[in-house]
């Protein structure tokens, strides 16, 4: 490789690995390499060009987050080789194509910027477009799953095992485990990607933080911080979708519609958005109230922690979040969280950022009490 050349590869579906050479200059201490338009996702890896044993723990040096283009950078110590192999990791069953450039000195291209929709473009949407536009992709290094915005500012609602480990606690699928952490212990690095019409999938522009989580329902509150520069996210820039949360919101038979990025969908390494149809067949409470919502419409993995919502108006009434399978009939069965089991203070803080909420009005505190009739803004 050249500093400042842009080469094209591939990693075959049967491949695990391609390396690429790198030949450090005299006085030459750093090297960073990136990837760019990789059709999936893939990681970096870089070691002296010496003989290895296989596997991924002999890399000293390694870039594993949920980026699709990662970016590794490698600072020498005195006396280090100055011949590198940096390899290309594609972990899929599938054969992903990409572009690499090597630097010595001038900082990488930088990623893609996110260009907010105009006004009237989001003006004239249906509130089904608006809640195709408002289902996100999120990526970290155990895998992808989805997001709802719901907020215009970038909150993003989720299941909580997209995020955090999840060891199931009971039969209503709470989890117990923390968030999901790096292997210097701290929080891994949680990647959104937004629709992109043309081409079926998500772009990564963003990263995440987790704002508030809720384990014993599966149930978490992120909140978009940078985008994939380090340039701080603000303003009202993100289309968001209103949230249903009066009691009675959903009923037997009502038609609802589940949105997200299925991992069976995956074609070509990427994973594209899906829409899948179907009515509210059941439910389950505890304790006085629904904690599962369960529907004919297809969930599958990666579908975890998108939309569910009511149609015709298309808001938002259910976090999809599990499936079962009865092992006698191999029928399955599909759930969601009921967004009425967000806490108090989760709403309170949705109140303020401007989301749009149905079913809900100020109590006497200033505390929000839930409306029992449907598709009543306050």
Known sequence: ???????????????LLRFWRVVLPEGQDRFEVGLFDAAGPLDLVATPEVPLEPGMGDFPYKAMTGRENERLEVRLPAGAP???????VNWEPTSIRYEIELSFRRPLPPYPEYKPPLPQTVAALSPLERAIRATVQISTPEGSASGTLVTPDGLILTSYHVVGECRFADELFGCEGGLLRDESGNPVELIVGLPHESRGAATQYFVAEVLHALPRYDLALLQITRDLNGVPARGPIFPWIPLDLSPGALRLGDEVMVIGYPAIAQTAGRIPLSLTRGVLSGFAEHEGRRVLLQTDAAIES????????????????GIPSDTRLDWDTFEKQNYARPVTLLPADWV????RRGAILYGVRPGPDGARTAEADRGVAR
């Open 1 to 15: 490789m050249e500093p400042g050349v842009r080469r094209a590869g591939v990693v075959a579906n049967d491949d």
């Open 82 to 88: 100055r011949r590198w192999l940096v390899g290309v």
């Open 302 to 317: 990666g579908h975890s922690g998108g939309a569910l919502i009511r149609l015709p108006e298309a808001r938002l009434v």
């Open 348 to 351: 309170e803080t949705l109140a």
